[in-house]
């Protein structure tokens, strides 16, 4: 009963920061270096109208100069340079966009390598629903959650046989626990910022373990 209310607690939770998130700019951690990224998308508008305002909501007021130079020169390039101008000024502005909000930038990626979720949550902004997102979240959650579960329940009946059983039992443990807990802090919040920190920080605290819980499914 302990483990569905936890499950119970962590889907609501996940819908609700799912929801949440359509409010909050969060495009430097998703793909906003991809050609078929958001940011690109708006730089082909305003390539195609001759007007730059599209992009200048991806920059600061401090890096409009800079954006600014880029696009005229793309604007300006004719013949076989156009194509390469338009590269530069799609690097330049993602490049100033990341600064910005403090990620890296390791050159523009081709189109579709995006994360599932993220491609989906695209959609669910130009389809006006996130119905397909949540189901496809929740899904990858609950099947996180049960996996990481039945492993913990598993060792815990053997736990008490051995120091070597009792050990098996701790690591799958510190796995499942650490697995809910993240996804706890994520959906409620907690889980940004200064809070990442403190969370692997309490991570070495157990022995290093912090890392399982990242693992995929």
């Not at 998703?30 to 920059?59: F, N, S, Y």
């Not at 604007?75 to 330049?92: N, R, V």
């Not at 599932?116 to 397909?132: F, I, N, Q, R, Y």
Request: proline share 3%; aromatic share 6%.
């Amino acid at each position: 009963m302990k483990i569905m209310h936890i499950l119970k607690m962590t889907l609501t939770g996940v819908a609700a920061v799912v929801a949440l998130s359509f409010g909050v700019p969060r495009d430097a951690a998703a793909h906003c270096d991809t050609l078929d990224g958001p940011v690109i998308q708006d730089a082909h508008k305003a390539l195609e109208a001759k007007d730059i305002t599209p992009v200048l909501k991806w920059v600061k007021a401090k890096d409009e100069k800079a954006v600014k130079a880029a696009f005229n020169k793309a604007l300006a390039a004719k013949g076989a340079h156009s194509e390469a101008a338009h590269h530069k000024f799609f690097a330049t502005l993602v490049k100033i966009h990341r600064a910005g909000e403090g990620a890296p930038f390791t050159g523009l990626k081709p189109a579709g390598e995006v994360e599932p979720a993220v491609a989906e949550a695209d959609k669910a902004l130009a389809g006006g629903s996130a119905d397909a997102l949540v189901k496809l979240v929740t899904d990858d959650v609950t099947a996180g959650i049960k996996k990481r579960y039945e492993r913990a329940a598993e060792a815990y009946k053997h736990k008490d046989e051995s120091v070597a059983k009792g050990r098996e039992f701790v690591e799958t443990y510190v796995e499942f626990t650490h697995y809910v807990e993240k996804l706890h802090m994520d959906a409620t919040g907690k889980g940004a910022h200064g809070e990442h920190k403190e969370h692997k920080e309490h991570g070495k605290l157990h022995g290093g373990h912090a890392e399982h819980g990242a693992d995929k499914h």
